[in-house]
């Protein structure tokens, strides 16, 4: 039978590329090979299938009660949209304007300040809201033009709204570990947050870096601001930042304290940070009608969106494994030469490639079931492989054709910001995310260090 669980992983492959909607692929290949092999093709006489004639109407049946056993009763799933409505919410708060504002002032005067600015703020905004959508649309329309107006290489402005607004799927509270810890099952969801805190702050350290260096050397692509500049004017600096860092700041410490020193659950946390952040919102005096109204309808289109593929990515995996598909899968990842290093080389280049054409939900419902078993039994610390998929899937934000990151700064972009530069902008960063998944595999204790001093 598990000819048949390859079939039905190439038919998936091919509706995905076709462009059909990914959770009506999922869930629609289920329920054709639960249809076609169980029923028409045995009537027929075209296959002797030595499962019962009630198959079908088992299996049909079994849908509905797997959907609500693992999705609608899982515990850690409600955190997806208590986190969203933070991060919502905070952004409505007018939060990334104020942090832009300040941090331009605070670094413009240097070097590549205003790119280093960029990214300062893209880290703070992904550990408060996380929306990547939201980060890249909003630096694009507010520092952008500040910095092509002041001469900045386009590729290299472009390239660093687009990679620091992504910083929210590694630096937690981040959407991408809650629903890999759910896929998961052995990976504790505190255990993701703490592993991914520093190798994310890494990350935004070594962009940084990055920007440092060329404008070092190509100081004409990255000058500093001038100091009659306007643009990012504050009256007191010392306030502006204490203003605008301190309350986002003290509301995200507070969410991931409490997860790490065992206070709270995530799905807990969550709804303590969604409320901070609605009083940050009405402290900011930006908690009107308009703007709730439209934080919960962003909330329950995310929200449905990830649950939806999560529901044809159930019944896809139940049919599939009913199909003998995961044994299929796990003699294949076991016999790959090189052993369990080679697993993971294939596993991360998989991952990576797919980036380039699905999003980091589809890749994570369909792949990580499927990887995550061999990777246990293969000896690999599920937290350690999780932060590296997870540092991994970033990367599918910012791959063409089809980086979520690159259509929402080509959508805010000024006319005169070509697709060519951003997709030149891009390919160091991609780069540098490569570069940090090559320093997670050769030290896995910049992962295993939070989680193990916090189990001490």
């Not at 930042?241 to 790490?260: D, E």
């Not at 993971?344 to 990887?371: Q, R, S």
Request: hydrophobic share 60%.
């Amino acid at each position: 039978m598990e000819f048949l669980a390859f079939w039905m992983f190439a038919v998936l492959m091919i509706f995905l590329l076709s462009g059909y909607p990914v959770a009506f692929a999922l869930g629609g290949t289920a329920v054709l090979f639960t249809v076609l092999f169980s029923d028409l093709l045995p009537t027929l006489g075209l296959l002797e299938f030595p499962w019962d004639p009630q198959f079908r109407i088992r299996r049909l049946q079994i849908f509905p009660q797997r959907v609500f056993g693992s999705i609608m009763d899982n515990y850690t799933l409600v955190a997806v949209p208590f986190f969203v409505f933070m991060g919502v919410m905070l952004e409505r708060s007018g939060l990334a304007e104020d942090l832009l504002q300040t941090m331009g002032r605070l670094f413009g005067r240097m070097r590549g300040g205003l790119a280093i600015s960029v990214v300062a703020v893209g880290a703070l905004l992904a550990a408060s809201t996380g929306v990547v959508g939201a980060s890249v649309v909003t630096m694009a329309v507010l520092a952008l033009p500040v910095m092509l107006k002041y001469g900045y290489d386009k590729g290299l402005a472009s390239g660093a709204i687009a990679s620091s607004g992504t910083l929210g799927q590694i630096i937690p509270p981040s959407i991408v570990l809650i629903i890999l810890g759910d896929q998961m099952a052995a990976v504790n969801v505190g255990d993701l947050f703490m592993g991914a805190l520093i190798p994310g702050i890494m990350l935004a350290g070594a962009y940084i870096l990055w920007i440092a260096i060329y404008a070092f050397f190509r100081a004409e692509k990255a000058p500093a601001m001038p100091a009659h500049a306007e643009e990012f004017a504050v009256k007191n600096l010392a306030l502006a930042v204490a203003k605008s860092l301190l309350p986002p700041l003290i509301l995200v410490a507070v969410v991931l304290g409490t997860i790490f020193y065992g206070i709270a659950s995530p799905t807990e946390a969550g709804a303590m940070g969604a409320f901070g952040a609605t009083i940050l919102a009405f402290l900011n005096g930006r908690l009107t009608l308009k703007n709730l109204r439209a934080v919960n309808e962003q909330t329950v289109t995310l929200t449905s969106m990830v649950f939806i593929i999560l529901v044809g990515a159930t019944a896809f995996a139940m049919v599939f494994n009913a199909l003998g598909g995961h044994w299929l899968v796990e003699d294949f990842l076991k016999g790959l030469p090189g052993g369990e290093w080679g697993f993971l080389f294939l596993v991360m280049l998989a991952i990576f490639i797919l980036g380039f054409f699905l999003d980091f939900i589809e890749i994570t419902f369909i792949v990580i079931p499927l990887v995550a078993p061999v990777a246990v039994a293969l000896g690999f610390d599920p937290v350690w492989f999780a932060v590296l998929i997870a540092m991994n899937l970033q990367a599918s934000f910012l791959t063409p054709p089809f980086g979520f990151a690159l259509f929402y700064l080509r959508g805010a972009a000024p006319p005169e910001v070509g697709t060519r530069d951003i997709y030149r902008g891009i390919v160091p960063f991609i780069i540098i995310q490569l570069l940090m998944l090559v320093v997670l595999v050769l030290f896995p204790e910049v992962v295993l260090w939070l989680p193990e001093v916090s189990r001490a």
